[in-house]
């Protein structure tokens, strides 16, 4: 157990819809990671938070956002869901965040299937 | 763009027999960190290299960090079939906050 938790374990949604995933990091951590793992492309990194702000951004898609929480919670946003969406997202959190030898520890993952 | 490209894809080998994995990519990284995923679980971080030509062993498994800081391999003898799983390197650099995750290895231990 990593200490990170992720929910939904399981989402089944339709197109054009949107949904919320959810991501509590490992206490003390105060970065917030979010990833897409399809079975194509890999781990693809999407978003970082640092402490409520936003930190880093990678392949995120305009129709997706995230924010983080001040209790360091994060929160994943997909809107306009489409059948490529369909994906197992991974929070991953760490202590600090513009490290090169930044151990990141992972959820769980919340499956998401649009169908 | 920093890309890191894991060979081989696929692995399937007896129990008992030794192994190795590569991480390769044409750009230099400050540290490597290698991760095993389950099916239907979220990567666990096995180790990280952040020193070039680094040797670090995990019971079985050792881990190399190459002299450039470009590639990276990992070794397991005698697998067991509890090392099946998915094994991403991933590669990050000081000052940047993301890490460049590799395409993976799938390996399957046979009893």
């Known amino acids: 157990d990593s200490g990170v938790t992720q929910t939904p374990k399981h989402l089944i949604t339709a197109t054009g819809q949107r949904v919320t995933l959810r991501c509590s990091p490992r206490s003390g951590d105060l970065s917030v990671y979010w990833y897409q793992q399809s079975l194509d492309q890999g781990l693809q990194f999407l978003i970082q938070?640092?402490?409520?702000?936003?930190?880093a951004k990678g392949n995120i898609l305009e129709r997706f956002s995230a924010q983080q929480f001040p209790d360091l919670h994060s929160e994943l946003n997909l809107s306009s869901l489409e059948l490529g969406d369909s994906a197992l997202y991974f929070c991953?959190?760490?202590?600090?965040?513009?490290?090169?030898?930044?151990?990141?520890?992972f959820g769980p993952g919340t499956r998401l299937t649009v169908l | 763009t920093q890309l890191l490209e894991q060979s081989p894809q696929f692995l399937s080998i007896q129990e008992g027999e030794n192994l190795t994995v590569y991480c390769n990519s044409s750009?230099?990284?400050?540290?490597l960190q290698w991760y095993r995923q389950e099916p239907g679980e979220g990567p666990v971080l096995l180790v990280t290299v952040v020193t070039g030509g680094e040797v670090k062993k995990l019971k079985r498994l050792t881990f190399q960090f190459g002299d450039a800081r470009k590639d990276s391999s990992l070794h397991i003898t005698a697998a067991q079939p509890g090392d099946t799983g998915l094994y991403l390197c991933a590669g990050g650099n000081f000052g940047n906050e993301k890490l460049t995750f590799g395409t993976g290895t799938r390996l399957t231990i046979i009893p």
């Open positions: 750009s230099v990284f400050s540290s």
């Open positions: 938070y640092y402490n409520g702000e936003e930190r």
């Open positions: 991953a959190s760490s202590v600090v965040g513009g490290r090169g030898d930044n151990e990141q520890f």
